[in-house]
DNA sequence: CCCTGATTCGC
DNA sequence: GCGAATCAGG
């Protein structure tokens, strides 16, 4: 398996909802819980926590390990490897979507904090087995009062969503020309064909968890 | 033991 | 870039 847009767009998103790797893995299929940890590294997704990871800020007696055998690393000469382990992570003041939509434009330069729009609501997939009816993602809140720029004109804003289009979040919230996608929906979905083939994917990763395959759009009504 | 994530390093 | 092997804490 390798890692196309869309595995890496749920791995983001279901490992900012705070799933194990393990459950990513299992979620994505066909990879190993290392190798989510290692391509969310890669990703420069952060850790959360980790149990591993409380280094002390000063140690005093030094616990050395009595250098068993590295097993593998087949360096002659190479010493000691560092272990930085101390990645320093900012907090940063979480932006939240609500109200400050309107206000972030100023500093973006060095200290964004990484916000990342995953799918709207980062919802998971709806078996066509277990259909309910598509509410539950409710992307953003209400903000934007207005389209100010021109740019914005024909773009579909928070305040054009209704059931007839599309609400699929374009870009990222709170900047300049985040938008929605606003073709008509797949009727009884939130999101037009397109984008439901983004949001209900119907992969059946680790055998019998996942019911049956069928695409629930493009057909049955879910009432 | 089980789990977790982090890191290394051969590929 | 990828991920198995390994490490290390809970």
Request: charged share 25%; hydrophobic share 35%.
């Amino acid at each position: 398996m390798s890692w196309t847009d869309q595995r890496i767009d749920q791995l983001k998103a279901l490992w900012d909802k705070g799933l194990t790797a393990s459950q990513i893995a299992d979620e994505l299929g066909g990879v190993s819980r290392n190798a989510v940890i290692g391509k969310a590294h890669r990703l420069g997704l952060k850790s959360r926590p980790s149990p591993v990871k409380s280094n002390d800020a000063d140690k005093k007696a030094a616990p050395k390990k009595a250098a068993p055998a590295p097993a593998k690393a087949s360096v002659a000469a190479a010493p000691a490897r560092p272990r930085p382990s101390a990645p320093v992570a900012e907090p940063a003041a979480p932006v939240r979507a609500d109200d400050d939509a309107a206000e972030v434009p100023a500093t973006r330069a060095s200290a964004m904090p990484r916000i990342v729009s995953i799918g709207p609501g980062g919802f998971m997939r709806q078996g066509p087995g277990d259909q309910q009816a598509p509410i539950p993602p409710a992307p953003p809140r209400r903000l934007v009062p207005a389209k100010p720029s021109p740019e914005m004109a024909d773009k579909t804003s928070l305040l054009d969503l209704n059931e007839r289009i599309c609400r699929w979040p374009l870009g990222h919230p709170g900047e300049a020309d985040f938008h929605f996608c606003g073709v008509p929906v797949n009727p009884g979905f939130p999101y037009c064909v397109e984008h439901c083939g983004r949001a209900y994917q119907a992969q059946l990763p680790r055998g019998v968890r996942r019911p049956p395959p069928p695409m629930p759009f493009g057909g049955p009504r879910v009432r």
